[in-house]
């Protein structure tokens, strides 16, 4: 029975995250994966499930968020300059992969008996692929970063961006209509899209880095996450206004703020919206799939299915070989991408409305699509047990020599910017975040690339690069925090040595207790250094400078193992008769 309507909705939210909760651990469990895990989920309390729910389009509609999201969080890495030097693989590769793929399932469409221009809309909504499938099975195996995946996100960019003219064109060939406006108004649409994207442009170049800024001296937390969900959705509903598509405006908004000092805060104030939503959609999509469509026209679903991911899978391959891949990323590719996409749904409406395609044909291809999309983790499965298992590309990758001095600096200030000169003159590639905003442009005068971030955070740890620097410098001037953030990196990221700045003694001796690879005493270290010099103010020769200067370190080393082992150490001073000042 349907549980829509009246006091429902608690109800419906607890059941969506019920199922996602039992389904997904028990999929990834089995191997099986997140995606087919919630797409599961979905058809088990859908309308063709436990009828839970009866309309699921509500659900995948609200849903699509998740995905506008994720091509935020995947704009906010893409800078201009990276987007510039992917430019062949988003245009070149891109652009051959949907002409090729687009004209071979066309003429599957033609060899299924449709008419031209059927089989041209049902074909290349199959040529869009499923951004948040790939993307999350990218993401789950690590490859978003490599060569190879990077290759297959151009291409998914491409196809994002194609969305607009594809709609545009439905338009052009769709029957004509006596009722319907004049030409003109098609000028006005595009007048209209065009005036969007400026102000969108305008907006991110003169008016985002200022508001976050105020926002940031603000000090206010919720305000920071609040203004990150209103960039996202407010780009997303500019675009729609503009009769774009929603996650071109938040991929736009995500590069435009890609190279700001804000970025890595953003990415984490928006990752628990878009994992979240991302899944409610893939919950979605697995109600959606009409079984009862299925069963009355399971011999053309079926054999629709096969014929265009085999079609597309085939196709993807010969081009990526043409483009000078190996076989084994040719092969990974084409198992990755050979489904259709969330945006070909929103293709097939369109050309619905403009009676382009029929009511059974948009059904049959509806099904064909969210089939091969649920089929998409099951083939990947099939394709890492029974697969070739060669190693890794490296094409275009990095050595690991040139990833060995990978730095991670927290806190800029005076102390911090002295240590970052020893390891850049290593030739170390150095992040630094620091939650002071005027930090952030003031040392961007001096040539560096600070980005505002609260380094306490573990998810901002995460998006700063902690999970792959070889070492993290704790360097901010706040005793607590300094301990909190040795904490998560000791614990989260146990590949990193943790080097911190400590606030005094008692401080040194948490850093300790919190298993810090080293740890130093700012005041110690200069008041070393001064009594070494005030020792030779008195005629102590260098030598024996340098013994009295060991003698007294090693006594406060000695003092200092018998604190953190607790023989002395209560959280307070030391006992009366070895009081030392507590730097």
């Known amino acids: 029975m349907s549980i829509e309507g009246g006091a429902g909705d608690l109800i419906r939210i607890v059941t969506l995250l019920g199922a996602a909760v039992i389904a997904v651990p028990l999929f990834k469990r ?160 595009i007048a209209v899209a065009a005036g969007a994207l400026a102000a969108l442009v305008a907006a991110g170049i003169w008016l985002l880095n200022p508001l976050f800024r105020i926002l940031a001296n603000a000090k206010a937390r919720e305000v920071m996450t609040a203004a990150a969900l209103l960039v996202v959705l407010g780009a997303a509903l500019l675009m729609q206004l503009g009769g774009l598509s929603m996650a071109m405006g938040a991929f736009l908004a995500g590069v435009l703020l890609s190279e700001s000092t804000f970025r890595h805060q953003l990415e984490a104030d928006i990752e628990p919206f878009r994992g979240l939503l991302l899944g409610l959609f893939f919950l979605g999509v697995g109600m959606s799939l009409d079984l009862a469509a299925v069963g009355r026209n399971w011999p053309i679903v079926i054999a629709g299915v096969l014929a265009m991911m085999v079609s597309k899978g085939v196709c993807i391959y010969a081009v990526a070989r043409l483009a000078k891949s190996s076989h084994t990323d040719a092969l990974d590719r084409a198992v990755l991408m050979a489904q259709g996409g969330e945006f070909a749904f929103v293709l097939f409406a369109a050309a619905l409305a403009s009676r382009v395609i029929d009511p059974t044909v948009n059904a049959n291809m509806t099904a064909i699509i969210v089939l091969s999309m649920a089929l998409t983790p099951l083939v990947v499965l099939a394709h890492r047990r029974w697969g070739p298992r060669t190693g890794a590309s490296m094409e275009g990758a990095q050595t690991p020599e040139s990833l060995a001095g990978s730095v991670l600096i927290i806190g800029f200030g005076r102390f911090g910017q002295i240590a970052s000169q020893h390891v850049l003159a290593l030739g170390a590639t150095i992040s630094i975040i620091d939650h002071d905003p005027q930090v952030a442009r003031d040392a961007s005068d001096f040539g560096f690339k600070v980005y505002y971030g609260d380094g306490t955070r573990l998810d901002v740890l995460h998006t700063a690069g902690a999970h792959h620097a070889r070492v993290i410098l704790v360097c901010v001037d706040n005793a607590r925090a300094a301990t909190q953030i040795v904490q998560h990196a000791k614990t989260t990221f146990p590949h990193a040595r943790v080097l911190a700045r400590a606030h005094d003694r008692e401080h040194a001796i948490e850093l300790i207790k919190a298993d810090v690879d080293y740890q130093v005493r700012v005041t110690f270290e200069s008041a070393m250094a001064f009594g070494y010099e005030a020792s030779m103010a008195l005629g102590a020769t260098p030598e024996a400078s340098e013994i009295l200067a060991a003698r007294v370190r090693r006594t406060d080393a000695e003092r200092l193992a018998i604190e953190v082992s607790g023989g002395i150490y209560a959280g307070k001073s030391l006992i009366q008769g070895n009081a030392q000042p507590k730097g």
Not at 44 to 59: C, K, N, V
Not at 86 to 95: A, N, Q, T, V
Not at 110 to 128: E, I, K, P, R, T
């Open 30 to 189: 089995l191997g099986l994966g997140s995606v087919l895990g919630y797409l599961a989920a979905g058809l088990g309390i859908g309308p063709f499930g436990l009828e839970l729910f009866s309309d699921p389009q509500t659900i995948l509609h609200t849903a699509e968020l998740g995905v506008v999201m994720f091509l935020f969080v995947i704009g906010l890495e893409m800078r201009p300059s990276h987007l510039w030097n992917m430019r062949r693989d988003i245009f070149g590769l891109g652009s051959l992969q949907i002409l090729v793929c687009g004209l071979l399932l066309s003429a599957v469409g033609l060899a299924f008996g449709f008419s031209l221009a059927v089989s041209f809309v049902s074909g290349m909504g199959f040529v869009l692929t499923s951004t948040a499938i790939v993307m999350q099975l990218l993401g789950e195996r690590g490859d978003i970063a490599a060569p190879r995946g990077q290759k297959i996100v151009a291409i998914l960019l491409f196809e994002d961006l194609l969305i607009v003219p594809l709609l545009a064109l439905v338009a052009f060939i769709a029957p004509i209509d006596p009722s319907a406006p004049a030409d003109g108004s098609r000028w006005l649409g």
